[in-house]
DNA sequence: GTTCACTAAATTGTTGACAATCCCCTCGAG
DNA sequence: CTCGAGGGGATTGTCAACAATTTAGTGAAC
C-alpha cells in the first residue's frame, strides 16, 4: 500500500487519523469484522504507529472498533439485537430531544418545518425516495439541533455510528415511507404545537416503529 | 512521589491504568481541573509514558478528562448546565430501563422490590440517611439488570461518571427523602404492575426533579 | 512604568527499536 | 489418520530517547 496522505506533507495526529478511521467505519469503507493491523494502518495513512495505536483506543470506546488483548482491532460488528437496543435508546434520546424542541422552538423554526413537513409528503406523492431519505435527515437533525442538548446530541450522535449499516438498509424498504411519513407529521404537528409531551411520545413511537422493523428484519 | 504500584510487580497496562485513574476521578481523588502530567503519571502508577497517553485519550473519549494540544490533559470539570443536562439524558434512559423492566419482571423479582419499598420507607422514617441512600442505589441498579439493556446500560454508566460529584452533594440535603421516596414508591408499583408507560414516566419525572434539584443548587 | 523580544524550563508529540505474545504450519508419535 | 509438540512468522505491547511546542520569567528599550 502506498501512503495515500489526506492532508499532504503533514504527519498526522491521532485525532485526525481517528476521525478519518471513523467516517472509513461509518461509510463502509471498512467493512465489519475486518483486521487493522497497526502497522499497515501506519504505513497507509502515513502517520507513526503510537498514533495509530491512540486512534484505535478511542474507537474502541466509542465502539466501533474491537480491541482484544495481544491479537489486534478489528471493525466491530455489531448483532441485530444490540442494532435494536441502539435504537431504542436513540428513541429515548431523540424523545427527550423533541419534548425540549418543543418547548424552545421560536416562529420562524415553527415555519421551517412546516415547509419540510410539505416537502416530504411531496416527495413521497411523487415517489421520490431519495428526497424523502434526505428530509428525514434534515428533520432529525434539525430537532436535535433546536434543542440545543449538547449531551444527548453527542450520544445520539455516537450510537448513529454503529448502527448506520442497518439504517441504511431500512431506507430502501419499499412501503416504508407510508408507515413513517405520518408519524414524522405527527411529530412536526406536536413540536410546532408547544406539546412537549406528545412531541416526546410522537418521536419515541416513531423510532419504536424503525426498531420494530430492524428486529423483524433477521429472525 | 514514590511507584506505589497497585498491582506488584508486573509493569501495568494502559487498560488497566485507565481504571484506575477513571475511579480516581470518580472517587474525587482527582479533582476537577487538576492538572494531569503524563509524565507524573506514569512514574506514580509505574507505567511506561505511552500507556499514559493511551489511558488519557480512552478517558477523553468518555468525557471525564479534557485534552488540549500541546497542553496536556486535565480532570474536566462538569459545570452545572452540563451537569442538569446529563441528568436529563439519565432521565431519558433510565426511563426506558424502567419500561423494558416492567415488560420483563418476574414474580421473584417484584417480591424483592417491593421488600426494597420497604426497607427504603423504614429507612426514611427512622430518619436513616444512610441506609436510604443505599436502597435509592440498589433500585436503580436493579431496575437496569432487570431491564438487560446493554447499551442504555454502558451509556448510563458512563454518564454517571460525569456527574457524580452533583449526585453526591444532593444526596444528603435535608427534606429530599421526603420528596423522592413517594417517586421512588412509584417507580416500584408501576414496574410490579407491569405498566411499562406508568414505569418510565415515574422514572422520568424523578429524574427530571433531580435535574431541577442540581439546576437551582447554582444560579 | 510598561511593553516587547528573547531565552530557558517544562511538557507534550513523535519515532524507531526491542521484547512478548499469539497464530499457523509442519512434523513426528501413537 | 488423528493428535500433540515445537518452530517460524507476523503482530501487538513496551520502552527510552529525540523533536517540537508552550509557558513563564528576565531584561532592555521606550
Known sequence: METLDGAPGRTMTAA????????AIVNGELVPNQRLVEADLAAEYGASRGNVRVALSELSVEGLVERVQNRGARVRAVSVDEAVEITEVRAALEALCARKAAERITADQAAELQQLAESMKDAVERGDRESYSEGNQTLHAR??????????????????????????????????????????????????AHDPDAAAEAMRVHLESVADVIRSSNP
Chains 1, 2 share one sequence.
Not at 485526525?16 to 467516517?23: K, S, V, W
Not at 430502501?172 to 407510508?178: K, L
Open 16 to 23: 485526525e487519523l481517528a476521525d478519518l478511521l471513523r467516517t
Open 143 to 192: 430537532l436535535i439541533e433546536i434543542s440545543a442538548q449538547q449531551t444527548a446530541a453527542a450520544t445520539i450522535q455516537r450510537l448513529r455510528g454503529q448502527a448506520v449499516r442497518f439504517q441504511f438498509r431500512l431506507a430502501r424498504q419499499p412501503g416504508r415511507p407510508a408507515v413513517s411519513l405520518p408519524q414524522h407529521l405527527a411529530i412536526i404537528d406536536a413540536v410546532c
